[in-house]
């Protein structure tokens, strides 16, 4: 999977003196330059503009830095996504005013994984409340039960139980379809 990581630049890439450039701060420039070349690919994410962000981006340059995009979303995620969304999308945001919060994964890999878990389960959710609606349409008498709508009753009759059942039986299939594509 590529990885894409959003690098603020003040505080995080150089010491922040904003207006000004600070010093480099040489961790994080050689962290971002490493997972570059491991193929990441690269988005300044900046709230400098106008002058200042070009001042930036020559700094980038004197140090090697260069990105894939600045400010905005890579080609390929616009494409994907069908619009450039003011919010950069990334694997990683590296700024020195990030709050790190509890994650349930360590790595991309763990991520998907907690991913198709939750999918998974939310799966099976789904299917446990179709079961037991088709259980207990199994069980009912098609021409003795109602369906409630408002203060209204209405007889289901054994048509309308069949077709019932059917939706059901359909959904849980398509509900396991869905489930077997994400497990395997």
Not at 68 to 95: C, Q, T
């Amino acid at each position: 999977m590529l990885k894409i990581i959003a690098v603020d630049f003040d505080g995080t890439l150089c010491v922040d003196a904003y207006p000004g450039i600070g010093e480099p701060i040489w961790k994080s420039i050689n962290a971002l330059l490493a997972e570059q070349r491991k193929g990441a690919k690269l988005i300044l994410w900046t709230c400098r503009g106008g002058d200042k962000l070009q001042c930036a981006l020559d700094w980038c340059s004197a140090h090697d830095i260069c990105f894939d995009a600045i400010n905005e979303n890579l080609p390929d995620m616009i494409e994907e996504f069908g619009s450039d969304s003011r919010k950069v999308y990334a694997h990683e945001y590296w700024d020195d005013k990030a709050v790190r919060l509890p994650c349930p994964y360590k790595s991309l890999e763990d991520k998907s994984e907690y991913v198709k878990k939750r999918e998974m389960l939310e799966i099976v959710y789904h299917m446990d409340i179709a079961a037991s609606q088709l259980a207990y349409l199994y069980r009912k008498q098609p021409d003795i039960y109602t369906i409630a709508k408002g203060s209204e009753r209405a007889n289901l009759g054994p048509k309308a139980h069949q077709v019932l059942i059917e939706s059901y039986e359909k959904m849980i299939l398509d509900l396991n379809t869905k489930l077997s594509n994400i497990m395997y």
